[in-house]
């Protein structure tokens, strides 16, 4: 069995394909798997580096208005659905699974053209143009969010990676903390900002780095490949560990006892899975969904909110610092936070996807 699984751009998208690629290998080594991406996305990098090929479609991305850029859509639409087609007809595909993201509308349109089963996921709350477009174009409408409007919708989930959903939080985490160069008995604060950093978190954390070494809180702060920082904190004790990028998220999460983070779906599907607490700072732009991604969470008591205009060492300070210097609360958010994961949408995905390849 052929399967080509469409989805690129940004780890949202390409984390959950590849947790897809890794359950159906699970399932049956001798399936293939091609994944679509373009030049200009992540998978360039994660999908070679987990074992699977990458094949190229250009780039289309849709106005949201009318622009002259408008006018140029239909004519490379037309040949990325030709280069998407070109693909699976290589590969003789079986199915096509589209995760979202500017390869995925190509993706879908070619295989409707060939009569070639397609299976949509959508990761958000709030549905992107792609695969709004999929989902009419197919029954099969999978979602990682309950309240996701589209057709045909089934709740499963969102695929993850089983280097962190099978973790052992607790005892993995003194190994997790050497590894960062960090202190086995430190309350530990892990900062992020999705796999591309976030300035305005950077910032807050950095700025309140002087007191959180006071209080005893030691940070491993992932700032993003593309971010630098003007002032490093001094070396001292406790520290404060800043790298570019991690690969290893697994261990970036057995080190840490709470997190200060955007609220990206897949960012809020793994933390529930290995149920870590946050602070949960939603992207300011765009369309709302990552409020919605965080607030099932926050209700649960597995984490708190802040805006992002709101967010400042100030707030660190009076906010987040308490809750960490108070060992029960951190226990009792992190168990909230584990009831709302899901660990198993990987496999239910992939079994689905053998189904309707099937028939």
Same mark, same amino acid.
């Given at each position: 069995m052929r399967v080509v699984l469409a989805g690129g751009g940004t780890a949202g998208h390409i984390e959950p394909a590849l947790a897809l690629a890794d359950a159906l290998r699970e399932i049956d080594s001798a399936i293939g798997i091609t994944c679509l991406g373009t030049e200009r996305g992540l998978e360039t990098r994660l999908v070679?580096?987990?074992?699977?090929? +990458?094949?190229?479609?250009?780039?289309?991305p849709l106005p949201r208005s009318l622009t002259p850029q408008l006018l140029t859509v239909p004519g490379r639409l037309a040949g990325a659905i030709g280069v998407a087609g070109g693909i699976l007809d290589r590969v003789k595909a079986d199915v096509l699974v589209g995760f979202g993201g500017y390869v995925a509308t190509p993706g879908y349109l070619a295989a409707r053209r060939r009569g070639i089963p397609i299976v949509v996921h959508e990761a958000n709350?709030?549905?992107?143009?792609?695969?709004?477009? &999929?989902?009419?174009?197919?029954? *099969?409408?999978?979602?990682? *969010?309950?309240?996701?409007?589209?057709?045909?919708?089934q709740y499963i989930g969102i695929p993850l990676r089983r280097d962190i959903v099978n973790m052992d939080r607790m005892a993995l985490g003194d190994k997790a903390r050497s590894y960062f160069? +960090?202190?086995?008995?430190?309350?530990?604060?892990?900062?992020? !900002? &999705?796999?591309? !950093?976030?300035r305005s978190i950077n910032k807050a954390a950095l700025d309140a780095a002087p007191r959180l070494r006071e209080a005893g809180i030691q940070v491993l702060h992932v700032i993003g490949p593309k971010n630098t920082v003007e002032k490093e904190p001094p070396p001292g004790d406790p520290q404060y560990v800043i790298l570019p990028y991690i690969d290893r998220m697994d261990l970036a999460y057995a080190a840490a006892d709470f997190v200060l983070c955007r609220s990206g779906a897949l960012t809020c599907a793994e933390l529930t899975a290995v149920g870590l607490p946050a602070a949960y700072v939603p992207l300011p732009h765009g369309n709302g969904e990552q409020r919605l991604n965080a607030q099932p969470i926050v209700q649960a008591g597995g984490g708190i909110m802040v805006e992002d205009a709101e967010l400042s060492a100030d707030w660190i300070i009076e906010t987040l610092l308490p809750i960490l210097n108070d060992p029960e609360r951190v226990v009792a958010m992190s168990e909230a936070a584990s009831r709302m994961g899901r660990k198993d949408a990987d496999v239910a995905l992939a079994r689905k996807v053998l189904e309707i390849a099937s028939k």
């Open positions: 070679p580096a987990r074992g699977y090929e +990458l094949e190229l479609v250009p780039a289309v709350p709030r549905p992107g143009l792609a695969n709004r477009l &999929g989902a009419r174009l197919t029954e *099969h409408v999978f979602t990682g *969010h309950p309240d996701t409007p589209l057709p045909n919708a160069g +960090l202190e086995s008995d430190r309350v530990t604060l892990l900062v992020f !900002g &999705g796999s591309q !950093g976030a």
